[in-house]
């Protein structure tokens, strides 16, 4: 199998991959260790504060409008930053942590910790109501798990006047097959890679006058296609296979279409195409679930040989 990553990707936390000499089935197994084998953080405990407290002259309540079950729900959603080149240990069997009892396992070597502590308006402010943010837990472990800038305005809860939020929450590594938390990608799914071939300039009009463009701004015209009248970059024929339902059956226009665009199939080659979370920048993630399916196949491979000897 050979990985090329598309020109122009990734962008942002999606991207597409072009992968050849393979067949569908092991780009499926890729897909499926993306979903539920990548390993990653993610909020698994919360001890929130309960009670009554004063500050500033007021009583303040430790309640809010969730309850603590959705509030940790929430919490556990939060895309934490999970850098694989830290090597922290699987909460489960973390070599400080695996002879204690449940209720005293937790090191640095295993879970990264975080607090948060946010009070409802003062009784004089004309606002009834503030928001409490994924941008208002703070690290208490390592700056570099801090919530990232793009994931700080992901809205918890919101507190009213005499109401006060306290809690420590402690992420732990973990996987997508054990819960979707930990599973840091979306939206994944591939294709067959095709080349888009033009067979009749002047019966493709029916697409060119529709004057629609390309995802980088292009005309889809006939220029597309150049001398060779085959368009093979993966980013224009995947452009070119969304505009060709404008000509396909019930539009009205397949009849004078007639097929003058045809997409056909380039052996072996699929294009793998999802979104991270951000927790994990894409081509990390995709690294990640190769190695998780290195690992797998290398075991099984040693299981088989043992067994025939």
């Not at 909460?91 to 607090?115: H, N, R, W």
């Not at 308006?121 to 570099?144: H, K, N, Q």
């Not at 505009?243 to 199939?265: C, M, N, Y």
Request: a negative charge.
């Amino acid at each position: 199998m050979k990985a090329e990553i598309v020109e122009g990707w990734p962008k942002e936390n999606s991207i597409r991959i072009s992968l050849s000499e393979t067949d569908a089935s092991q780009v499926n197994a890729i897909r499926r260790a993306l979903i539920s084998d990548v390993p990653k953080l993610a909020i698994t405990r919360v001890n929130i504060s309960q009670g009554v407290v004063e500050s500033d002259g007021q009583i303040l309540e430790s309640v809010n409008v969730l309850p603590d079950e959705m509030l940790t729900h929430r919490l556990a959603m939060i895309p934490i930053p999970t850098f694989p080149k830290e090597k922290l240990e699987f909460f489960e069997t973390c070599p400080v942590c695996i002879d204690m009892v449940e209720a005293e396992k937790g090191c640095p070597q295993c879970q990264v910790l975080y607090s948060l502590n946010v009070q409802g308006p003062t009784a004089d402010s004309e606002e009834d109501t503030i928001t409490v943010y994924a941008g208002d837990l703070t690290t208490i472990s390592d700056p570099m798990f801090d919530i990232k800038e793009e994931h700080r305005r992901i809205p918890v809860t919101i507190l009213s006047k005499g109401q006060y939020l306290e809690l420590y929450a402690f992420a732990t590594l973990g996987r997508g097959a054990n819960h979707s938390k930990w599973s840091p990608v979306a939206g994944v799914g591939f294709s067959g890679k095709n080349v888009a071939k033009l067979n009749n300039a002047k019966n493709a009009e029916a697409l060119f006058d529709l004057d629609l463009k390309t995802s980088d701004g292009r005309p889809i015209d006939a220029k597309l296609f150049g001398k060779g009248k085959v368009v093979d970059d993966v980013n224009t024929v995947m452009d070119l296979e969304r505009a060709l339902h404008q000509v396909g059956p019930g539009t009205g226009r397949d009849s004078d279409f007639k097929d003058a665009i045809t997409l056909e199939p380039v052996e072996g080659s699929y294009v793998l195409t999802y979104e991270t979370d951000g927790s994990l920048d894409p081509v990390t993630a995709f690294n990640l679930a190769m190695g998780e399916l290195a690992d797998r196949f290398s075991g099984l491979n040693e299981e088989i040989s043992a067994a025939l000897k």
